[in-house]
T-cell receptor, first 113, second 111 residues
Framework: EAEVAQSPRYKITEKSQAVAFWCDPISGHATLYWYRQILGQGPELLVQFQDESVVDDSQLPKDRFSAERLKGVDSTLKIQPAELGDSAMYLC???????????FGSGTRLTVV | QKEVEQDPGPLSVPEGAIVSLNCTYSNSAFQYFMWYRQYSRKGPELLMYTYSSGNKEDGRFTAQVDKSSKYISLFIRDSQPSDSATYLCASFYNQGGKLIFGQGTELSVKP
C-alpha cells in the first residue's frame, strides 16, 4: 500500500535553532498538506500545495516558518528559530481527487528544549 | 467557536461494548465528513467517510451524519482492545480542500 514518507520521526532541538522536516507524498498526488498537531488537539493546517504552488498558507507563522515543494514532488518545512511553543507533531498528507482520499504520514514529533 | 467540536474524553469502556463518538459542526457548507483513527505516536488513518447526510457501515463501524442538526457520529460495535486510540472527526468543503478537525476523543477499551 502506498504511503506518505516523513523524516525524521523524532527531533529534539534547542530553542532558537533551525529545524527542517521532509515529506515525500504518494506518487502522483498533486496536493500536499502540512498540519501541526499539538498534544491533545486535532491537526491544524499550516500550508497546502497544489503541485509546486502554495494554495493556502494563511495559518503559517511566516516570520519563522517556511515551506517549499520544488518540482511539485517532495516538500520541506523549516522552522527558524524554533520556539518552545513549536513542540508538536508535524504531519504531512497528500491527496488526489476525485474522492476524499487524504493519506497522512507517520509524522515528525518535535520537542524544543 | 471552532468549526468542528468534539468531546475530548477520555472514554473508557469494557470489551464488547457499543461505543458512540460524536461531533458537531457549524458550517453548512461542509459536504464530506470523515473519521480518522490515530494510535499513539502515529499519523491519523482514515476509517471511513460519508458524503452529505445518511449512514455508512463498514464491518463493526457505522458513520452517521445528520445535516439538519449538524451532528456527526461514529458507532463501534463489539469494541475490542485494539480499538483503543484517539478518534478524530473532520470535514471539508470540497475535494482537495483543507480538512477541519475536531479535537479528538481518546478511547480506551478494557479487556
Amino acid at each position: 500500500e502506498a504511503e506518505v514518507a516523513q523524516s525524521p520521526r523524532y527531533k529534539i532541538t534547542e530553542k532558537s535553532q533551525a529545524v527542517a522536516f521532509w515529506c515525500d507524498p504518494i506518487s502522483g498526488h498533486a496536493t500536499l498538506y502540512w498540519y501541526r498537531q499539538i498534544l491533545g488537539q486535532g491537526p491544524e493546517l499550516l500550508v497546502q500545495f497544489q503541485d509546486e504552488s502554495v494554495v493556502d498558507d494563511s495559518q503559517l507563522p511566516k516570520d519563522r516558518f517556511s515551506a517549499e515543494r520544488l518540482k511539485g514532488v517532495d516538500s520541506t518545512l523549516k522552522i527558524q528559530p524554533a520556539e518552545l511553543g513549536d513542540s508538536a507533531m508535524y504531519l504531512c498528507a497528500s491527496s488526489a481527487p476525485p474522492g476524499p482520499g487524504y493519506t497522512f504520514g507517520s509524522g515528525t514529533r518535535l520537542t524544543v528544549v | 467557536q471552532k468549526e468542528v467540536e468534539q468531546d475530548p474524553g477520555p472514554l473508557s469502556v469494557p470489551e464488547g461494548a457499543i461505543v458512540s463518538l460524536n461531533c458537531t459542526y457549524s458550517n453548512s457548507a461542509f459536504q464530506y465528513f470523515m473519521w480518522y483513527r490515530q494510535y499513539s505516536r502515529k499519523g491519523p488513518e482514515l476509517l471511513m467517510y460519508t458524503y452529505s447526510s445518511g449512514n455508512k457501515e463498514d464491518g463493526r463501524f457505522t458513520a452517521q451524519v445528520d445535516k439538519s442538526s449538524k451532528y456527526i457520529s461514529l458507532f463501534i460495535r463489539d469494541s475490542q482492545p485494539s480499538d483503543s486510540a484517539t478518534y478524530l472527526c473532520a470535514s471539508f468543503y470540497n475535494q482537495g480542500g483543507k480538512l477541519i478537525f475536531g479535537q479528538g476523543t481518546e478511547l480506551s477499551v478494557k479487556p
